[in-house]
């Protein structure tokens, strides 16, 4: 149970650092490797973490409130890896009003020494 534990708080960590806009924190998260990737929702694929951080960074400067409730779909952990698929519902302020969007999400870890490392998050948006 405790990679189950383990998996769980990297994500937990990876929208914590979201909501918290913590451009650190957020790195702390993602693997540094270049095989690592990106998708936001409408974005093209972002590879390595130079151009993912910078992702995250314009992100968090062109965002005033957000808040992410997830809901978890499916996970799996297979020896070094780990997928979750969630249903994202945000929350943001925008023009002072409060919206809500939802998000399918796709996160997928790699353990690497101790430690669980986001290597893909996939974000679309759910179309009503």
């Not at 943001?92 to 020494?113: D, P, W, Y």
Request: proline content about 2%.
């Amino acid at each position: 149970m405790t990679d189950n534990n383990d998996v769980l708080e990297a994500n937990q960590a990876f929208y914590r650092a979201f909501e918290k806009k913590d451009i650190e924190a957020m790195g702390n998260v993602w693997s540094k490797g270049v095989a690592t990737v990106c998708i936001h929702p409408g974005w093209n694929v972002l590879r390595g973490w130079k151009e993912i951080g910078y992702s995250w960074e314009q992100i968090f400067k062109n965002t005033s409130y957000v808040e992410i409730d997830v809901e978890i779909v499916t996970s799996e952990i297979q020896g070094d890896l780990a997928y979750l698929v969630l249903v994202e519902n945000v929350f943001q302020v925008l023009g002072g009003r409060r919206t809500q969007a939802k998000s399918l999400a796709t996160n997928i870890f790699e353990r690497m020494g101790q430690k669980w490392y986001l290597i893909n998050h996939h974000g679309s948006p759910i179309m009503r």
